[in-house]
């Protein structure tokens, strides 16, 4: 059809009001426009649509050029166009305000999987215009969990032939529609697939242990007004793309709560790993490249840390990743019991437990992914950061792996017994130390050097080369060996790798710091608090005793000559002192401070207003035990002086590359290697890395023969190593 052979009018969304002399006024759902000028108001009342282009310029009685110049602005404008179809006014209307066509010639396939009803989706989306037949280019999907595994084999199909489909869960009190899935544009539904299995982690081990090979199905909750608004509003999605409508929202998952009505786009990410539509080799590439650190400046240089990107840098950058339907943690929120004055966030389950962890014991504080700042942004990105350290370090299994026995690979391989630091006896009595179900001091079987397993390379930072460790050792959530215990120490991200690496070496310093104190009991100096010139952490004292609470702080600097510190709290005028601790290192002693009080900050809230539910029975009999009587090397040595600022020798860098080479060359003295597995996951973008540091030692029990014994000794803090069964009996709580 000729362009002139088609009525011509004002957008049928838009009513034309004209007041003689003033303008003419253009009335829509979305507000008013005013025209002026004695042109249009001759024009006006002919763009009523009845008038093709020829029959107006025919009739308005003005210059075909100067008519023709008024369509051309006007259409720019959105404010005229053709007229298409017969159809009622409201449709019209409503395409003409989407800035489209309307999708009458146009044709979508429905296929219904699980409980979901074809016939139904087919009736709505012939109400809404379309057509239906197995031939169409589009494809409605409607089913009863995004989760069902004939979604996964459909989108399998649609990646081989290229055809575009748009998966709707019209049932259930939430309705889910979207996003429109694109093969060879933007992510597949196993993209999505990923992150809507990381929020069903208890569904997850009912499902595998009822050998299901799909979801658990749960009762349907709707009724007939929710159904039917769902089948509606999944064919009016399909009709908008058909018609030619594009936005960013078509990229989401759009869900509405019907109990609220409380509707939100949640954004799907391509996972350019996705074994479905991307390169699944990136993971395991990254960790057979060398992990070499180049410049960067430091970006923030106080508060919690030296960082290559402030808090607001990071939260802008990473925020989405905290989402309850396609984040890797549902959200981030702050702790409601923690004091005003300390700033404390949740960020959802801890990924560092297994899921028999969460089903036999309650975790305590360890049970969520938590952060800490001296801000409140600052807490809530640490928040974040931790879920995704731990996200990023679970197994998806697409890590590099070598398979063989530990004989065969040495000396390449790393023996997992210099990471873990159990002891003989340990092994020997694991049905005691086991027995109180303790996730974080549980004592594997021994290590079998001629059994074959898995090992994924890390890279030598102290050595240039690649080295080999148990991936059971490094990633969580694997089928896992009886004899390798994964935990999270070393595990950090920042805003880039150095500043991962960073983070990642400073947190192995602080527990192995923490653990020559705490299981020597060794009496430490204190630290003057006034001394550091801060008027926050001058003003803690004051701010404790509002919560009849007090604080010191310890200096626990070992033999590597980092500044570690223990910041302690007890409440005073009780029958339970309620002790809390929190640990900080850093080479500046002052964001080392920082960092311990603030962490102690972070554990208060289990002890705020009464004790919060689900601490475990070793945590509440220490809570309501322990005392600084009972327990002398929690309280300053009364024979030393405290310690200042002024002691701490610190060397100011600008980089943090030269952070770093300082402290591979402080390793490399004191016969240590620095290992680095970068575990930054391509979809993310949030730079994650392991840092091990063989001979280091954790926090937790793990008593085998070496720094644990000796370093004291070599402090002048005892004359004689610590006898094994003289070792402090209360294995850390944190």
């Known amino acids: 059809m000729l362009a002139d052979e088609r009525q ?29 000028g004695t042109a249009i108001q001759r024009v006006a009342p002919l763009l ?60 979508v396939n429905v296929v219904a999987f699980g409980g979901a009803d074809a016939a139904a989706a087919e009736r709505a989306c012939r109400a809404a215009g379309l057509s239906c037949g197995p031939e169409a280019p589009f494809t409605l999907v409607v089913c009863d969990d995004y989760l069902d595994p004939a979604l996964g084999e459909f989108n399998a199909a649609r990646l081989a032939d290229g055809r575009p489909w748009l998966p709707a869960k019209p049932y259930g009190a939430q309705l889910w529609i979207g996003p429109v899935l694109r093969p060879g544009t933007g992510p597949c539904w196993s993209c ?27 009762p349907e909750a709707s009724l007939t ?51 479905d539509c991307g390169d699944p080799g990136l993971v ?10 180049v410049s960067r400046p430091k970006g923030v240089a106080a508060g919690n840390g030296h960082r290559a990107l402030s808090a607001e840098q990071m939260w802008e950058r990473h925020g989405h990743l905290a989402d309850p339907v396609t984040g890797i943690v549902e959200r981030v929120v702050r702790d409601p019991r923690s004091p005003s004055f300390l700033h404390c966030y949740k960020a959802g389950p801890n990924l560092a437990l297994t899921d028999s962890d969460l089903r036999s014991y309650r975790a305590g504080l360890r049970m969520q992914s938590g952060g800490k700042g001296r801000t409140d942004l600052d807490a809530r990105v640490s928040a974040l950061c931790e879920a995704v350290e731990r996200y990023s370090a679970t197994r998806f299994g697409d890590e590099a ?83 390798i215990v994964a ?27 923490v653990a020559l104190w705490w299981y020597n009991r060794t009496h430490q100096a204190g630290v003057d608090l006034d001394s550091f010139g801060d008027p926050w952490i001058s003003a803690l004292p004051d701010r404790f005793r509002e919560l009849d609470r007090t604080i010191w702080v310890l200096d626990l600097t070992a033999d590597l000559g980092i500044p570690v510190m223990a910041a302690v709290s007890h409440r005073v005028c009780a029958p339970a002192e309620d002790i809390m601790l929190g640990f900080g290192a850093h080479l500046d002693p002052a964001v080392a401070l920082s960092r311990a009080v603030t962490e102690l900050g972070q554990m208060l809230p289990a002890v705020t207003g009464g004790y919060a539910s689900g601490l475990p029975g070793h945590l509440l009999d220490w809570l309501r035990g322990a005392t600084v009587a009972s327990q002398p090397y929690l309280v300053p040595d009364p024979e030393r002086p405290a310690r200042t600022r002024a002691d701490y ?23 240590l290697e620095v290992l680095v597995l970068d575990q930054t996951r391509p979809d993310l973008g949030l730079p994650v890395v392991k840092v091990i540091v063989p001979g280091l030692r954790h926090f937790w029990a793990r008593f085998a023969p070496g720094r644990l014994f000796d370093v004291p000794v070599r402090l002048g803090r005892l004359d004689s190593p610590t006898r094994y069964e003289d070792l402090n009996p209360i294995p850390l709580f944190l």
């Open 8 to 36: 011509i009018g004002f957008r049928r969304h838009l009513r034309a009001e004209i007041v003689p002399g003033e303008a003419v006024y253009l009335v829509s759902p979305r507000g008013t426009t005013a025209l002026s």
């Open 48 to 107: 009523d649509g009845s008038l093709t282009l020829a029959e107006l310029r025919a009739t308005a009685q003005m210059p075909a050029k100067e008519l023709d110049g008024m369509l051309d602005r006007l259409a720019a404008a959105g404010l005229v166009g053709y007229r298409t179809g017969p159809q009622d006014a409201a449709a019209g209307a409503y395409w003409d305000l989407a800035g489209v066509g309307c999708p009458s010639d146009a044709a």
């Open 192 to 218: 999505m697939a990923v992150r809507l299995r990381s929020h069903r982690r208890g569904e997850t081990h009912v499902r595998r242990a009822l050998g299901l090979a799909g979801p658990v199905r749960v």
């Open 225 to 275: 007004a929710t159904r039917e608004l769902g089948l509606q509003t999944a064919a009016l999605e399909a009709a908008k793309w058909l018609a030619g409508l594009r936005d960013d929202n078509q990229n989401a998952v759009w869900t509405l709560d019907t109990l609220t009505l409380s509707a939100t786009h949640h954004p799907v990410s391509l996972r350019p790993q996705c074994p």
């Open 284 to 293: 395991s590439d990254r960790a057979l490249r060398p992990v070499r650190p």
């Open 401 to 483: 792996t070598v398979l063989g026995s530990y004989r065969d690979l040495a000396p390449e391989a790393v023996h997992p017994g210099e990471c873990m630091q159990f002891d003989e006896r340990q092994y020997q009595e694991r049905e005691r130390w086991n027995a109180p179900g303790i996730p974080f001091q549980h004592v594997p079987e021994p290590f079998d050097e001629d059994v074959k397993t898995e090992w994924t390379p890390v890279w030598s930072l102290t050595g240039g080369t690649h080295r080999l460790l148990p991936t059971d050792l490094l990633y969580f959530g694997g089928d896992g060996t009886a004899s």
């Open 487 to 513: 935990d999270s120490n070393g595990n950090a991200a920042g805003g880039t790798v150095e500043d991962a690496i960073l983070q990642g070496f400073l947190e192995l310093v602080e527990r192995d710091a």
């Open 649 to 671: 020798a610190h060397v100011p860098r600008a980089d943090l590359r030269d952070d770093l080479d300082h402290l591979c060359a402080l390793a490399r003295s004191h016969g």
